[in-house]
């Protein structure tokens, strides 16, 4: 038998926008409006917030409140601001119904959609007036009254920083987590003073640990046999104390695996560090990043924290409250899965970075160490110190007087411009005035009238500013320049490339001929510098892997090869005698001692040098001669690194 169905009528798919508008104000009117006009009326109101011309009624057929609707699409969509919907194809008109298709896309935290069709039912009143079912399943089919829409956000997993070989730095590594049992603990006091002069004994030195508050908190625990934690130790740290702490009445151990580097220390100021977000780290980006994110400070973690932290995924689920007021999730509708971090390869190399490290544990100024590869630039090592640095990365940033470093510079202009040869007599009084000005050399010695390579190697400031003349007013600021230094390098993190003194008074010129005047620095910059001289040209350093230097200009060989015999005699005879011995091969270099302030007495140290395909330089704020600090740290890094 055959069935019979209505008659349907299809009517034009969506008006123009103007057209819309005007239905938003006619729908509730006009028996001429059909019922497309009421839909799009309907979805420009739910856009706007705005539904108060609108019809609306049951499934009964009741009349509907336009505010209950709008207050009811607000407490549906919960955690989502109003999305944007659009009817999709004609409306579909059964005698007095109608149904319409439509597009709803949510925009999610992070830019993600979520979209999907729905369905508006019309129904045609007495007056014709065609009048939207409200229903919650408009929103979403499996949407429900008191149900809300809730967003659950996906961590992302974040990435690793890696070292120049591709391994991660940071990595699972043994740790011993150090407690007591207040059970077992008879005389807290005693405990406690024990257990802080073991720790005081570790080596190198461990950061301070506060242990005051200790045996208030074993004598108050509320379950005295809890396991009360004091610090975590890395286990090297551990097995120093290990005899000293482990037969004391009351302690616990915990063996775990912590990510960590391989040292404390280990380029710390420079890698920065991943640590749960501030609070200002969530206000600035509160679409990224939310409590318990690891985010980056300072250094590579900061400068490449959108990098490594990845995209967070986000998951739109029903919530729904209990009676006692308590929210549940229910289904999940939506999921877009979160985007791991990629990891930031840089240049380190393990070994020559521990290499750099030893060689500034023992010093307790202000301090940093900057390895650079001489055949491609790349960083190989920046140590900063006391331990590992206070969070400012010395090594690339610090802007200071290099001292007699710069005599380097000096000698390469002087040498380019055929003023000098290593045997040209330069006299080495024990002062030199200039414009009023007396220039002394340290301790006040003098060496006479000497061959120019004595003067270099023995570091004789005065011969250098007798010779400030020579250079003319741009010469200092030409040499550094073809060394490399004011130079415009793409490293990834703040990094100083230096500013060498130019013109100026014959006293200043004088001053700036032996490092000190206007001329500042970094250590990376006198690194980088030093490197050039091994090299034979220009390469700007680089610390991340995928943006290596590009190689500048060759030196003139008839000035370099005489440079770098004079920075050899300066280990073989001069004022770097104690690295004549050091293992790994022949090393060439230049001490500095740099003042800085009006007093003579406040001076940095300073060593630049190089040894095989590795140049490098060390710098001690206010470390007085570069015999007493610079050199001996070198000589330490040397002999680490081999």
């Known amino acids: 038998m055959r069935r019979s169905y209505p008659m349907m009528k299809k009517r034009p798919a969506a008006a123009l926008v103007g057209l819309a508008l005007l239905a938003a104000g006619l729908a509730g009117c006009s028996g001429d409006t059909g019922p497309d006009e009421a839909v799009d009326a309907f979805l420009t109101g739910w856009q706007r917030g705005d ?46 119904s109608a149904t319409a298709k439509i597009n709803i896309d949510w925009t999610l935290p992070g830019g993600t959609h979520w979209a999907y069709p729905s369905t508006v039912r019309l129904v045609q009143g007495k007056d014709d007036v065609w009048s939207v079912i409200w229903e919650p399943a408009l929103v979403n089919a499996k949407l429900k009254s008191g149900d809300q829409l809730a967003l659950r956000r996906q961590r992302p997993a974040r990435a690793g920083v890696l070292d120049g070989a591709g391994k991660p730095i940071v990595e699972p590594r043994d740790v ?35 242990l005051k508050d200790l045996p208030q908190k074993i004598k108050s625990a509320e379950h005295p046999e809890q396991f009360l934690e004091v610090v975590t130790l890395r286990a090297d740290a551990y097995q120093q104390i290990r005899s000293k702490i482990q037969p004391l009445e009351g302690t616990r151990f915990r063996e775990e695996k912590r990510d960590l580097a391989p040292t404390r220390a280990f380029a710390r100021a420079l890698l920065g560090s991943a640590d749960p977000a501030l609070k200002e780290d969530i206000d600035k980006n509160p679409d990224l990043v939310a409590e318990g994110d690891l985010v980056g400070h300072g250094g590579i973690q900061q400068a490449f924290d959108q990098q490594l932290r990845g995209t967070p995924g986000v998951a739109v689920v029903i919530s729904q409250k209990a009676p006692d007021g308590e929210v549940n999730d229910g289904e999940e509708l939506f999921r877009a899965q979160p985007k791991p971090g990629a990891p930031v390869k840089t240049t380190l190399d393990v070994r020559t970075q521990n290499a750099a490290d030893t060689a500034l544990a023992g010093v307790k100024q202000r301090s940093a160490l900057v390895a650079v590869r001489v055949s491609d630039g790349a960083v190989l090592a920046a140590a900063n110190g006391p331990d590992g640095g206070t969070g400012e990365n010395l090594a690339f940033t610090a802007q200071v007087p290099p001292g007699s470093t710069f005599k380097v510079v000096s000698a390469l202009g002087l040498l380019d411009a055929g003023k000098v040869t290593p045997s040209t007599p330069v006299d080495c009084p024990k002062t030199f005035t200039v414009d009023g000005r007396s220039f002394k050399n340290s301790e006040s010695f003098a060496l006479g009238k000497v061959p120019f390579q004595v003067d270099f190697a023995k570091s004789c400031n005065t011969a250098f500013a007798s010779l400030a003349p020579e250079l003319g007013a741009d010469g200092l600021a030409e040499a550094g320049r073809s060394l490399g230094l004011e130079g415009t390098w793409d490293m990834g993190v703040d990094a100083f490339s230096g500013k060498v003194s130019t013109g100026g008074s014959d006293a200043e010129r004088a001053a700036a001929a032996f490092g000190q005047g206007t001329t500042l620095v970094s250590p990376l910059a006198m690194a980088s510098a030093t490197a050039a001289v091994a090299k034979g040209s220009v390469v700007p350093p680089s610390v991340i892997a995928d943006r ?12 370099l090869d005489p440079l770098r015999a004079m920075m050899r005699q300066v280990v073989t005879s ?16 230049k001490t500095g001692t740099a003042e800085f302030d009006d007093n003579p007495a406040h001076t940095h140290a300073w060593f630049v040098g190089w040894q095989g395909d590795v140049a490098f330089a060390v710098f001690v704020e206010n470390g007085g001669g570069s015999g007493e600090t610079a050199v001996p740290a070198a000589e330490r890094f040397l002999r680490a690194l081999h």
Request: hydrophobic residues 45%; aromatic residues 2%; without cysteine.
């Open 548 to 559: 290596p230097a590009k190689p500048g200009a060759a030196l003139k060989a008839q000035s």
């Open 574 to 589: 001069g004022t770097a005698t104690a690295l004549k011995d050091v293992p790994g091969g022949a090393v060439s270099g």
């Open 176 to 210: 011993v987590v150090v407690g007591v049992e207040p059970a077992g603990v008879d005389d807290p006091a005693g405990i406690t003073a024990a257990l802080d002069a073991a720790f005081k004994s570790v080596r190198p030195a461990l950061p301070p640990i506060d």
């Open 51 to 96: 539904l108060a011309s609108i019809p609306f009624v049951e499934g009964t057929g009741a009349k509907v409140a336009a505010t209950d609707v709008a207050t009811a699409l607000k407490e549906l969509s919960g955690e989502l601001s109003p999305p944007a919907v659009h009817r999709d194809g004609s409306v579909e008109e059964v005698e007095k």
